[in-house]
């Protein structure tokens, strides 16, 4: 079950949008009373409630807007429970003050905004004693172990609790408590307001990750990589899921560049059964695999860890989604041959879908030529895959057929510049870029004004997630399904 905060300033307001909440089909909403600028009326607000709820008014201290006195807020919390509320939240250290009387579910708080306690079960041994019917325990995680810590303790929990991470890095504990036994997580009304750091809107946890639909066997997988707020795969691979009925769920998975191999290890206690790989961790995840394949030996990175026969297989499906995103352009273009073969290729980074173009561009035949902002970087690359390079500041007299993007320039919000002027483009080439936000970049508009054939990452995108999907679930990819999700949700980001 969700439990959606609701926060407003006006009794008015708290009716109106708990009413719409109701018409969403909410099962259970928490009144965040703290909010009101006057004394809350409870009666007012429980009278003729449309769905269960839960009473909470939340101290400054713990990161609540109540301005009144403290024998006031007890006041109201003791108000809710005659008044018949289905939760009410108290806090650990009030909670031998406020008595049970009635069917009134009493939940005893713990939070933390600064960290997750090594002492976990400590503190939720201590809530035991205070006679809950739920422990609510929520912290902040510091890094992705510490996830793992409090759904252990929910999965181990005699007394039903709640328990999951705030902040950027708990994304997973809050969508997989449930799993583990929590009776409900907390998501927020809508994004404007966020009750608690990294609170998810009710839309996300309840369309996107399917909170409701994940169970005991449910698998789960997602993307490491560090930003990761902005991706686009759980968007991606979930309605995959969803449109041919594969019991599984897709998160995002913050891991920072010097964490990767104690978070991969400490999510092995979750059952975690597949990885998109993505910046800074392509390279660095191969120490992790036990078998990597051919391929991503060959490039030296990998943007997909898949579990079977209980070991960890990498590979890299950005190598062949490159290949054939530019065959595809190729066999559209009425002026080329789907060809490789003898091909001059120009590829501008050295990163790890710099490294993905560049292998799959010699294997089928081409000249490779690499150049990159950092020379140094660039120049490694080469050696490594022997091929050519050339300096950044001379690109442009590259002569070339085939023009791959493969820096992040031109991705948004920096959606006005191009890392190839429009001038050094001529007719005969087929630009690819492999950013995809937006999917329309600078270069590619520039080089369909020059006359040029063009690919665009999102086309990549989808493709090489496609792979991954197969992989996963060893299903055929919904592909069609796939690319106008993702055409549609960059419609929307970008409008």
């Known amino acids: 079950m969700i439990c959606i905060s609701l926060g407003r300033t006006r009794h008015s307001a708290f009716l109106e949008g708990h009413q ?13 009373v703290d909010w009101i600028r006057k004394r809350p009326d409870i009666g007012r607000l429980l009278k003729d409630r449309p769905t269960p709820v839960l009473v909470t008014c939340r101290r400054p201290e713990d990161r609540g807007r109540w301005s009144g006195t403290e024998e006031q807020r007890l006041a109201l919390l003791r108000e809710a429970i005659i008044a018949g509320a289905e939760y009410v939240d108290i806090e650990e250290d009030v909670a031998k003050t406020i008595p049970r009387y009635g069917d009134t579910k009493r939940i005893v708080s713990y939070h933390n905004f600064d960290e997750t306690p090594l002492e976990l079960s400590e503190i939720h041994q201590r ?32 007394v039903p609790t709640i328990g999951f991470c705030m902040g950027e890095f708990g994304t997973i ?7 583990m036994g929590s009776p ?21 946890t309840r369309n996107l990750y399917r909170f409701n639909k994940i169970a005991k066997d449910t698998q789960i997988f997602g993307v490491i990589g560090d930003p990761i707020v902005h991706s686009l795969s759980p968007l991606l691979h979930n309605a995959a899921f969803r449109e041919v009925g594969f019991d599984g769920v897709y998160l995002p998975l913050r891991i920072p560049a010097d964490n990767l191999q104690e978070s991969l290890q400490e999510y092995e206690k979750l059952n975690v059964s597949g990885y998109s790989v993505t910046i800074p961790h392509k390279e660095a995840v191969l120490e992790f695999a036990d078998v990597p394949d051919e391929q991503s030996e060959t490039i030296g990175a990998a943007n997909t860890l898949f579990k079977k026969d209980n070991q960890w297989h990498a590979t890299n499906t950005d190598y062949d989604a490159i290949a054939e995103t530019i065959v595809a352009a190729l066999e559209k273009s009425p002026t080329h041959v789907a060809d490789l073969a003898g091909r001059r290729v120009l590829i501008l980074g050295a990163g790890g879908v710099a490294r993905a173009a560049a292998s799959a561009m010699q294997q089928r035949g081409a000249t490779v030529v690499v150049t990159n902002r950092t020379r140094q970087r660039g120049e490694a690359l080469a050696a490594e895959l022997e091929c050519l390079f050339v300096n950044w500041a001379n690109r442009g007299a590259e002569a070339c057929e085939i023009l791959i993007n493969c820096t992040s320039v031109g991705m948004h919000p920096d959606i006005n510049k191009s890392p190839f002027e429009d001038y050094w483009l001529n007719e005969d080439m087929l630009v690819f870029d492999t950013v995809y936000t937006p999917e329309n970049t600078l270069l590619l508009k520039d080089a369909r004004a020059r006359g040029c054939a063009t690919a665009s990452g999102l086309e990549m995108f989808v493709r090489q997630a496609a792979q ?5 679930t060893g299903q055929e990819p919904p592909l069609d399904h796939m690319t106008e999700t993702l055409r549609r949700a960059l419609s929307l980001t970008q409008s």
């Open 173 to 179: 504990s809050r969508i997989l408590c449930g799993q």
């Open 127 to 158: 809530m035991t004693q205070l006679d809950p019917d739920i422990i609510k325990i929520v912290t902040m995680a510091n890094k992705p172990s510490d996830n793992v810590r409090i759904l252990e303790m929910v999965r181990a929990a005699e």
């Open 20 to 32: 719409h909440l109701a018409e969403l089909n909410a099962e259970l909403v928490e009144l965040r």
């Open 184 to 204: 409900f997580t907390y998501a927020g009304f809508s994004s404007e307001r966020e009750m608690a750091p990294g609170q998810l809107t009710f839309a996300e």
């Open 468 to 472: 991954q999907f197969k992989l996963f």
